[in-house]
């Protein structure tokens, strides 16, 4: 199975950016649909960006639709999550999952994987 560990979050401005990366080991990225959710204190964990295994197909929530780009380098074995113009309610702990499935999913049960999470803190 795969393992993922998520890094780049930290403390940003309104109006600024961030990008986050996933990194797997034990196997490689190219058998998994990817996904990155996020979760503020107090709510539920919430899809924010997926892609599919060849990075030809990705989904985005609505919220962040126009602001946060996922994307997939094989060669690093990584994924990413561009994120511009962050908001205050993008604080959140942002994690990375992987999916078995064949189509770009958006619901937590989908995803078999998941790393830690790592903190991304908007400021007003």
């Known amino acids: 199975q795969v393992q993922l560990v998520e890094s780049g979050g930290g403390l940003v401005q309104a109006g600024g950016s961030l990008r986050l990366s996933c990194t797997a080991s034990?196997?490689?990225?190219?058998?998994?649909?990817m996904g990155w959710f996020r979760q503020a204190p107090g709510k539920e964990r919430e899809f924010v960006a997926a892609?599919?295994?060849?990075?030809?197909?990705?989904r985005y929530s609505n919220s962040v639709k126009g602001r946060f780009t996922i994307s997939r380098d094989t060669a690093k074995n990584t994924v990413y999550l561009q994120m511009s113009t962050l908001k205050p309610e993008d604080t959140a702990v942002y994690l990375c999952?992987?999916?078995?499935?064949?189509?770009?999913?958006?619901?937590?049960?989908?995803?078999?994987?998941w790393g830690q999470g790592t903190q991304v803190t908007v400021s007003s």
């Open positions: 892609i599919n295994r060849s990075g030809s197909s990705t």
């Open positions: 999952a992987a999916s078995d499935g064949v189509l770009v999913a958006t619901e937590r049960y989908q995803y078999a994987y």
């Open positions: 034990g196997r490689t990225l190219v058998y998994y649909i």
